[in-house]
């Protein structure tokens, strides 16, 4: 049986194991339930696995009869605070909690991956680490703690895959090169001086501070960094005032800053806070700037990118593999990529009817027939190092 066929015979049982994972999300830093789950499913396959690593982390060995390379693939098993809406039969049965994102089917997928290799143990020539992660949803994220736990312990290579919405299902793209933002987050504490609405004299308005400093911000981009680069700027929240008639003495504003360049990251981070302390200035007012820095960039090796699209050709049928644009979003599979060669990649997941609805959203799904593709480009990927 080819490695096509055997993904093809274990479909309706890797869209079964989605499912139930579907059903029971769990939220970062607390994956127990799936952890257990995910380990018990491992040990059937006779891999040698390690439970508890960096919290609610899973690594499984499965370690051939001949020496060799070790190639690692990562899948992510959180969820979102998010209320389902998507109707579906097999939605969540936990309050207020939603896997939106695809990290069930990325379980699903490795875990097919792990049952097929599993039984081509005595040709293998050198091991597969199947590493099961917790909290890639939150920073500082799982994978930090996973690496230090030693997950990339003896590892030549890894690869990892995200189910994307936003590309037709039997589809496959990457990146050589930036692949996902630099993903950092900021709190801004404006403190002026409250008052009645209509004596604004007599008082420093933090909502109109706020304004300036959200508008003022977007030149930061626009007029400070090189065209040719990339950034972004974002403020996702603004809260300020509790009247209609009474000028607000406090605002407090989150945001998010991306980028693909550490200099340019540099850059945007240092020109916000000196925005916001010219500003803190100019009105008379208290600024305080909690900047935080998330995840690095995804940064994929070009030879391990090659080696990706090469190995999907046979999957997606070479049309349908190819180089996409870089993408905003954020992930920690960035902190495996500067410890280790490897790449990262997107495996279209995209319903063709639709309509299709983005990733945390509450009627996110996932076409269920990009599972067993990603399974075998899983396995390919392995083999291709311990074959």
Same mark, same amino acid.
């Given at each position: 049986?080819?490695?096509?066929?055997?993904?093809?015979?274990?479909?309706?049982?890797?869209?079964?194991?989605?499912?139930e994972f579907?059903?029971?999300p769990?939220?970062?830093?607390?994956?127990?339930?799936?952890?257990?789950?995910?380990?018990?499913?491992?040990?059937?396959?006779?891999?040698?696995?390690?439970?508890?690593?960096?919290?609610?982390?899973?690594?499984?060995?499965?370690?051939?009869?001949i020496?060799?390379?070790? #190639?690692?693939l990562?899948?992510?098993?959180d969820?979102?605070a998010?209320?389902?809406?998507?109707?579906?039969?097999?939605?969540?049965?936990?309050?207020?909690?939603?896997?939106?994102?695809?990290?069930?089917?990325?379980?699903?997928?490795? =875990?097919?991956?792990a049952?097929i290799?599993?039984?081509?143990?005595?040709?293998?020539?050198?091991?597969v680490?199947?590493?099961?992660?917790?909290?890639?949803?939150?920073?500082?994220?799982?994978?930090?703690?996973?690496?230090?736990?030693?997950?990339?312990?003896?590892?030549?290579?890894?690869?990892?895959?995200?189910?994307?919405?936003?590309?037709?299902?039997?589809?496959?793209?990457?990146?050589?090169?930036?692949?996902m933002?630099?993903a950092?987050?900021?709190?801004?504490?404006i403190?002026?001086?409250?008052?009645?609405?209509?004596l604004?004299?007599?008082?420093?308005?933090?909502?109109?501070?706020?304004?300036h400093?959200?508008?003022?911000?977007?030149?930061?981009?626009?007029?400070?960094?090189?065209?040719?680069?990339?950034?972004?700027?974002?403020?996702? =929240?603004?809260?300020?005032?509790?009247?209609?008639?009474?000028?607000?003495?406090?605002?407090?504003?989150?945001?998010?800053?991306?980028?693909?360049?550490? #200099?340019?990251?540099?850059?945007?981070?240092?020109?916000?806070?000196?925005?916001?302390?010219?500003?803190?200035?100019?009105?008379?007012?208290r600024?305080?700037?909690?900047?935080?820095?998330?995840?690095?960039?995804?940064?994929?090796?070009?030879?391990?990118?090659?080696?990706?699209?090469?190995?999907?050709?046979?999957?997606?049928?070479?049309?349908?593999?190819?180089?996409?644009?870089?993408?905003m979003?954020?992930?920690?599979?960035?902190?495996?990529?500067?410890?280790?060669p490897?790449?990262?990649?997107?495996?279209?997941?995209?319903?063709?009817?639709?309509?299709?609805?983005?990733?945390?959203?509450?009627?996110?799904?996932?076409?269920?027939?990009a599972?067993?593709?990603a399974?075998?480009?899983?396995?390919?990927?392995?083999?291709?190092?311990?074959m």
């Amino acid at each position: 049986m080819t490695i096509k066929e055997a993904c093809q015979s274990l479909t309706g049982e890797i869209v079964k194991w989605r499912r139930e994972f579907h059903r029971h999300p769990e939220l970062s830093y607390a994956e127990s339930r799936t952890a257990s789950v995910v380990a018990g499913m491992l040990r059937q396959f006779g891999l040698d696995v390690r439970e508890g690593v960096n919290g609610y982390g899973v690594v499984a060995d499965l370690v051939g009869k001949i020496p060799g390379k070790t #190639v690692a693939l990562r899948a992510d098993m959180d969820a979102l605070a998010i209320v389902e809406e998507t109707g579906l039969p097999y939605a969540s049965e936990v309050p207020g909690i939603m896997h939106a994102c695809g990290h069930d089917g990325h379980m699903a997928a490795l =875990l097919g991956a792990a049952q097929i290799l599993s039984g081509m143990r005595d040709r293998l020539r050198g091991s597969v680490r199947f590493i099961f992660q917790p909290a890639e949803e939150i920073p500082p994220g799982g994978a930090i703690g996973m690496i230090e736990a030693g997950a990339l312990d003896g590892v030549d290579v890894i690869f990892g895959l995200h189910l994307w919405s936003e590309f037709p299902v039997g589809t496959f793209y990457t990146t050589q090169g930036p692949m996902m933002a630099a993903a950092d987050l900021f709190t801004v504490t404006i403190s002026g001086k409250g008052g009645h609405g209509g004596l604004p004299h007599k008082t420093v308005d933090s909502l109109v501070i706020a304004s300036h400093l959200v508008m003022a911000s977007q030149h930061i981009v626009s007029r400070q960094v090189n065209p040719l680069d990339s950034g972004v700027v974002t403020f996702g =929240l603004l809260q300020s005032g509790s009247a209609f008639n009474v000028i607000a003495d406090k605002a407090v504003l989150k945001g998010t800053v991306r980028s693909f360049d550490p #200099v340019v990251r540099d850059l945007l981070q240092g020109r916000l806070e000196q925005t916001a302390a010219s500003i803190a200035q100019m009105y008379g007012a208290r600024i305080d700037m909690d900047y935080v820095r998330g995840y690095p960039a995804v940064i994929n090796h070009e030879r391990e990118a090659r080696a990706a699209m090469q190995e999907a050709e046979p999957v997606f049928g070479a049309q349908h593999v190819g180089i996409m644009q870089p993408n905003m979003a954020g992930e920690d599979f960035a902190y495996y990529l500067q410890k280790v060669p490897g790449a990262f990649c997107f495996v279209g997941a995209g319903l063709p009817e639709g309509p299709v609805y983005p990733h945390h959203h509450p009627r996110f799904v996932i076409d269920e027939r990009a599972l067993p593709l990603a399974t075998e480009w899983l396995c390919r990927m392995a083999l291709r190092y311990v074959m």
